[in-house]
Nanobody
């Protein structure tokens, strides 16, 4: 069993920054891709950013230039540095990790950006 625990969410003013973390624990041999998703009230969950085991990153257009995804494979942890936050970024942010044949999700962390 694999557990993902997220942290770092909170309330921030527009233009501010937050750094999310997601640490995996449990029966882990290796982690393939890692990703961050978000879900705003009344909307579907959407992909924010991904990072492969080799470090290749991809971003949704709406966060390019503002968010940075990174990983520390030794710590089984993925990060999301979020700068220049906008009220439209308000959502619950979820991490997802590919471990073996399965994907695991974190419980989500709330990010609220005030105008």
């Amino acid at each position: 069993q694999v557990q993902l625990v997220e942290s770092g969410g909170g309330l921030v003013q527009a233009g501010g920054s937050l750094r999310l973390s997601c640490a995996a624990s449990g029966s882990i041999f290796s982690i393939n891709d890692m990703a961050w998703y978000r879900q705003a009230p009344g909307k579907q969950r959407e992909l924010v950013a991904t990072i492969t085991g080799g470090g290749t990153v991809n971003y949704a257009d709406f966060v390019k230039g503002r968010f940075t995804i990174s990983r520390d494979s030794a710590k089984n942890t993925v990060y999301l540095q979020m700068n220049s936050l906008e009220p439209e970024d308000t959502a619950v942010y979820y991490c997802r990790m590919g471990v073996g044949l399965y994907y695991y999700w974190g419980q989500g962390t709330q990010v609220t950006v005030s105008s």
